[in-house]
């Protein structure tokens, strides 16, 4: 089946649409979204469509409107609380996103221990992310899970976490940190965060020197 060149960026626009509604994180939605309005704005405007110029029109400019405040400089609070080993939050809130954990991380079960750092991120007091990580002999970290809710998914949670504000890392003895990998997701975010491919205790793992994760 042959599509004219204004048919096609119809459905580019749809497509932008569709893939917009399946985004969990809201800047993500906002800006695929953007670009469906603009796409249908042009196509309205070549098959003479104007009713519908007009209220993408309307839609581009709520878009706008929202993506400035997600986008602004307001000042965020950021801190970490650290938890104790049978903390009945955490162990709720593990089981509560049990699924989404599952996919990022597959095979993730929560083990408490006294060789752990344990601790949610904070964001203006709502819990954002959670780490969880292991105190090895070697002076390294194991991240045993590094896990943010989808909503707060723009890198300012890792951007936090792996700073010197967080205090988490602050022992300076402590030289590596590293992670075995989980799903595609969870190995692009690390090698994100500048992990590098390596081999930890014979399995494959990312690992980073904390100086250069840390700033």
């Given at each position: 089946?042959?599509?004219?060149?204004?048919?096609?960026?119809?459905?580019?626009?749809?497509?932008?649409?569709?893939?917009?509604?399946?985004?969990?994180?809201?800047?993500?939605l906002r800006l695929i979204g953007l670009?469906?309005?603009?796409?249908?704005?042009?196509?309205?405007?070549?098959i003479?469509?104007?009713?519908?110029a007009v209220v993408n029109v309307v839609i581009i400019g709520v878009h706008l409107f929202f993506l400035r405040?997600?986008?602004?400089?307001?000042?965020?609070?950021?801190?970490?609380?650290?938890?104790?080993?049978?903390?009945?939050?955490?162990?709720?809130?593990l089981d509560f996103h049990r699924d989404d954990?599952?996919?990022f991380q597959p095979g993730f079960e929560f083990e408490a221990r006294d060789d752990q750092l344990r601790a949610f991120i904070l964001r203006d007091m709502v819990p954002a992310g959670v780490f969880i990580g292991r105190t090895c002999g070697d002076d390294s970290i194991e991240v045993e899970l590094d896990w943010v809710v989808p909503q707060y998914r723009d890198f300012k949670v890792s951007e936090y976490l792996?700073?010197?504000r967080s205090e988490i890392f602050s022992h300076k003895t402590r030289r590596r940190i590293w992670a075995r990998p989980g799903s595609d997701d969870h190995v692009s975010y690390f090698e994100?965060?500048?992990?590098?491919?390596?081999?930890?205790?014979?399995?494959?793992?990312?690992?980073?020197?904390?100086?250069r994760v840390v700033s």
């Amino acid at each position: 089946m042959d599509f004219s060149p204004i048919e096609l960026v119809g459905y580019l626009g749809s497509f932008f649409i569709i893939v917009s509604m399946t985004r969990t994180s809201i800047l993500h939605l906002r800006l695929i979204g953007l670009a469906g309005s603009v796409t249908f704005l042009v196509y309205s405007a070549l098959i003479a469509a104007y009713p519908i110029a007009v209220v993408n029109v309307v839609i581009i400019g709520v878009h706008l409107f929202f993506l400035r405040q997600l986008l602004s400089k307001k000042t965020e609070f950021f801190s970490s609380l650290e938890l104790h080993k049978n903390s009945q939050y955490l162990a709720r809130f593990l089981d509560f996103h049990r699924d989404d954990i599952e996919a990022f991380q597959p095979g993730f079960e929560f083990e408490a221990r006294d060789d752990q750092l344990r601790a949610f991120i904070l964001r203006d007091m709502v819990p954002a992310g959670v780490f969880i990580g292991r105190t090895c002999g070697d002076d390294s970290i194991e991240v045993e899970l590094d896990w943010v809710v989808p909503q707060y998914r723009d890198f300012k949670v890792s951007e936090y976490l792996y700073s010197d504000r967080s205090e988490i890392f602050s022992h300076k003895t402590r030289r590596r940190i590293w992670a075995r990998p989980g799903s595609d997701d969870h190995v692009s975010y690390f090698e994100g965060l500048g992990f590098r491919p390596t081999r930890v205790e014979g399995t494959p793992a990312l690992m980073a020197d904390l100086d250069r994760v840390v700033s």
